[in-house]
């Protein structure tokens, strides 16, 4: 599954690792990425999509 993301915001851009959870991201879908899992984290008990991303080999984001 492709989804879009806003590839100009300068966190996105700025990301190298763990996780990303962003309230304030643009809006602009801009970039795609391929979902390839899905997951929950046991530290913040939060549910999460991993998706591979060209740039970023693994890209982890989590649902709200």
Known sequence: ICIGVC???TFFL???SG???LETCCITQNHAITLVG???DQES???Y???Q????YFLILFSK
């Open 7 to 9: 590839g100009t915001d």
């Open 14 to 16: 700025l990301y190298s």
């Open 19 to 21: 996780v990303f959870d």
């Open 38 to 40: 899905y997951g929950h």
């Open 45 to 47: 008990g939060l549910d």
């Open 49 to 51: 999509w991993l998706a």
């Open 53 to 56: 991303n060209r740039y970023v």
